[in-house]
């Protein structure tokens, strides 16, 4: 059993959490990212309630995402109560009864929904990929079906660009465009001219300088001002997105405006390829199919290296497809990168701290996907884990490791 935050476990019938000390207590919306995968990794109170479910997009909202959802916590409530007493699990089924009791929770534009409560935590967050419905009750957070989502190989930055706006997207696969929030970028040329670009001062400055009347978008005599408005945005792009997240950055625009944007550019992440079309012709699905077009074949090409150098390593003992041999390895922090299946699982109790594993008996309800047990090892050594689909992985163990030494 795992550490957990904010006191001892298990609590005394009665006893009251003191949650004033623990982070981001209570529901919280938002869409999957980094830093909150870092929080589900982080030691919890068990027990630890995971549930996926895929929504059902209909306008107006389809009436049976609650009630699918409700299904799904009365089943975690019978896992529960085989295995918990009352004063743990009862104010968990209470936070998890609690979302989505507004109406307004079940409009939106998402493809799952996936919900995580244990005594001090309760995440709600948006998908943008749909998943298969679950519910996993264990002593940590079920995340294996969400780091798919979250691998940095398939997710990307769009910029579109006009003289009259500006937006960014966040793509993630093959999923729907993430509008992201682009009040820090310059909109058009007129509210860069009294903007000082220099080292010292934010490319996000004064935006909000009344524009000046601007050509029609396909003109190709450029005001002055455009490779001042380029370098502008291209700053704030930096700041604001790219120099944290370190993702593909492409770029769509009219034809023209690409060589002029790349000449100015220093983005290190903006890729040499992009869509030379006016984005405002082009629907979001639209710019979805066009972006993925360009992320897709370096997403494969890197899966398929991965795949050729987990071979080599094998063969040189420096990569194993066994599974007590990579839990061993990942307990000392030598596992580099994590293959894993995506539709496959090892039940199995783990402990952490010994790094022992053992199979589950026919009554064991405490045993949880190993090779989430394993993935989570790796991730706080600072490892790579990519899921795979069945088909790219290089062996049919359902997870495949290449070591750091």
């Not at 869409?31 to 068990?46: I, V």
């Not at 993430?178 to 996000?204: C, E, F, W, Y």
């Not at 029609?216 to 944290?244: H, I, M, T």
Request: hydrophobic share 40%; net charge negative; with cysteine.
């Amino acid at each position: 059993m795992r550490a957990a935050r904010g006191g001892t476990f298990p609590p005394a019938p009665g006893e009251v959490f003191d949650t004033s000390a623990v982070d981001n207590f209570g529901e919280t919306m938002r869409l999957a990212n980094t830093a909150w995968l870092r929080e589900l990794l982080d030691p919890h109170f068990p027990p630890c309630v995971s549930i996926y479910m895929p929504m059902q997009r209909a306008k107006p909202p389809a009436a049976q995402n609650p009630r699918e959802y409700r299904d799904l916590v009365d089943q975690a409530e019978r896992q529960l109560a085989s295995d918990y007493p009352r004063h743990i699990t009862g104010p968990i089924l209470e936070n998890l009864r609690s979302v989505g009791t507004d109406d307004g929770f079940w409009v939106g534009d998402r493809d799952g929904l996936a919900v995580f409560a244990s005594p001090d935590l309760l995440s709600v967050i948006d998908l943008r990929k749909p998943v298969r419905p679950a519910v996993h009750v264990a002593d940590n957070f079920h995340v294996k079906p969400l780091l798919r989502i979250l691998q940095a190989d398939a997710r990307y930055h769009l910029l579109t660009l006009t003289q009259r706006h500006v937006q960014m997207f966040a793509g993630t696969g093959d999923t729907p465009l993430v509008p992201l929030d682009s009040g820090n970028l310059p909109q058009d040329p007129g509210v860069v001219s009294k903007m000082r670009l220099n080292h010292q001062i934010s490319a996000t400055e004064d935006l909000h300088t009344p524009s000046t009347q601007l050509p029609d978008e396909g003109n190709a005599a450029y005001p002055a001002s455009l490779d001042a408005f380029f370098r502008a945005v291209d700053k704030a792009v930096w700041e604001n997105f790219s120099r944290d997240a370190g993702l593909p950055l492409i770029l769509c625009a009219v034809e023209h405006y690409h060589p002029q944007f790349h000449a100015i550019s220093n983005n290190p992440h903006l890729l040499p390829e992009g869509i030379k079309h006016d984005p405002q012709s082009l629907g979001t699905d639209r710019l979805r199919q066009e972006a993925w077009a360009i992320i897709e074949p370096g997403v494969r090409a890197r899966m398929q290296a991965l795949t050729d150098q987990f071979r080599a390593a094998k063969a040189h003992h420096k990569g194993s497809d066994e599974p007590v041999e990579v839990v061993e390895a990942a307990n000392v922090g030598r596992v580099e990168t994590l293959l894993i299946d995506s539709d496959h699982e090892i039940l199995a109790r783990y402990d952490p701290i010994t790094g022992r594993i053992a199979s589950p008996t026919p009554s064991d309800t405490h045993a949880d996907d190993l090779l989430d047990e394993i993935a989570e090892v790796v991730l706080r050594a600072d490892g790579e884990v990519l899921v795979l689909p069945p088909e790219m992985m290089p062996t049919d163990q359902g997870l495949a490791a290449i070591y750091r030494y």
